[in-house]
């Protein structure tokens, strides 16, 4: 017989795989050139854990400040900056030239990156990836794993690779 115990002793070790966090880095020139007379230059500005350009005198927001002063101050706009996103039209977080941003209250915002969508009167709202493998019956379906919640069909809409469900049932499942 096999002594596991020896057996397990003299196996051979692995070495445990050790992941060295590789710093980024981002091309400064690109990112002065794109933002040129706003003063976000390497030495005044930094690159967050989120990828946006903050002020290093007071950790503000770059985009954000620039919007305020150039965007939302002289566009005449109601209400209080606070409330309202900043939009990248581009899609480019470093590109924070006034010409590129908008100012957007948070629905608005949602409409334009894809999470809320109004379709024949109903507002819906993307819960999940359509393409996924899911347990499903002709009148609802599963989301959310083993434990998740039984949505039905009537209340979902399939739209660009997304699972959307209607505002009034998200209410319901108290989401």
């Known amino acids: 017989m096999v002594d596991l115990k020896n057996k397990w002793k003299n196996r051979a070790k692995r070495k445990k795989k050790i992941s060295y966090r590789r710093k980024v880095r981002y091309n400064w020139n690109k990112i002065e050139e794109l933002n040129y007379g706003l003063g976000i230059t390497r030495e ?5 854990g989120n990828g946006y350009l903050r002020w290093k005198a007071n950790d503000k927001l770059c985009h954000r400040d620039i919007a305020n002063n150039y965007v939302f101050l002289k566009g005449g706009f109601s ?14 977080k470093f590109n924070n030239n006034p010409v590129n ?6 629905e608005q915002h949602e409409v334009e990156h894809g999470k809320i969508l109004f379709e024949n009167g109903r507002k819906y709202i993307r819960i999940a990836r359509a393409n996924v493998t899911r347990k499903q019956t002709q009148k609802a379906i599963l989301i959310g794993g083993k434990f998740g919640t039984w949505y039905p069909w009537s209340q979902l809409l399939v739209r660009n690779g997304y699972i959307y469900a209607t505002e009034w049932i998200l209410n319901q499942k108290g989401r």
Not at 44 to 48: E, K, L, M, P, R
Not at 101 to 106: D, G, H, T
């Open 79 to 92: 209400g209080k900056f606070g409330m309202c996103d900043v939009h990248h039209k581009d899609g480019n």
């Open 44 to 48: 005044s500005c930094y690159v967050d």
């Open 101 to 106: 941003l908008s100012v957007l209250n948070r």
